[in-house]
């Protein structure tokens, strides 16, 4: 997706040799109309698949995950979160542990049973994709559901890391509408082309 390629090369930076900060337009401060444009580009690229519903992971996966709900037709979103609050939550709950890449822990996640019917075809929607431990966490989340996870969309790939590539070789259908291929001096390498699935 050119004008995310674009937001990238311009407004981001690289730290160390695998953190991809883009803070000015998706982690921090928001760029709706760019965020408008990448929910609208995943219901493009999963137009061919039945999406019920779309589960992303608290908090930066959740900009991306509402406007493609709202592309799909206002389907319903549902973030799985990473603290367990007892008074707004009780053990009805689905979890599973996730590996933290940035933060270096290892974490629930958790989503109330009665949020996530079984049958449900589920759009998983992150904002990056490094080693996949969120977007596998997410989808152990939907099987323990007894649900479909008719696909994973994620903005920016770490293409540099793991996780693509393992959860292609899974069976599960991977947007990703960047790829960042590396980090040299806190530049960052960009793959070409459109929307690689
Ligand atoms: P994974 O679980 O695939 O290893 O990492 C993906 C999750 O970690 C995403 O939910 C994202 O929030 C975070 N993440 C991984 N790498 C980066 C990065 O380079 N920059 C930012 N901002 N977040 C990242």
């Not at 050119?2 to 090369?9: H, P, T, V």
């Not at 995950?65 to 007892?86: C, E, M, N, R």
């Not at 431990?133 to 890391?161: N, P, S, W, Y």
């Amino acid at each position: 997706m050119k004008e995310l390629r674009d937001a990238i090369l311009e407004q981001g930076f690289g730290i160390g040799h695998d953190i991809v900060k883009v803070d000015m337009f998706l982690n921090h401060r928001l760029d709706i109309a760019l965020l408008n444009h990448i929910g609208q580009a995943f219901h493009e690229a999963f137009a061919d698949e039945q999406v019920d519903m779309i589960l992303t992971i608290e908090a930066s996966g959740i900009a991306a995950a509402i406007t493609t709900a709202q592309a799909f037709g206002d389907l319903p979103v549902i973030f799985a979160k990473k603290s367990k609050t007892t008074s707004t939550m009780n053990n009805d709950v689905y979890e599973a542990k996730v590996y933290s890449f940035t933060h270096k822990t290892e974490n629930y996640i958790r989503i109330a049973k009665s949020y996530l019917p079984s049958g449900v075809n589920v759009l998983i929607i992150d904002d990056f994709l490094a080693n996949g431990e969120a977007a596998e966490g997410l989808a152990e989340l939907v099987r323990q559901a007894g649900a479909h996870v008719a696909g994973i969309g994620v903005c920016i790939e770490k293409g540099f890391q793991a996780g693509g590539q393992k959860l292609r070789n899974e069976g599960y259908k991977v947007v990703s509408l960047a790829t960042v291929t590396g980090i040299e001096n806190g530049k960052l390498m960009l793959a070409g082309g459109e929307a690689q699935a």
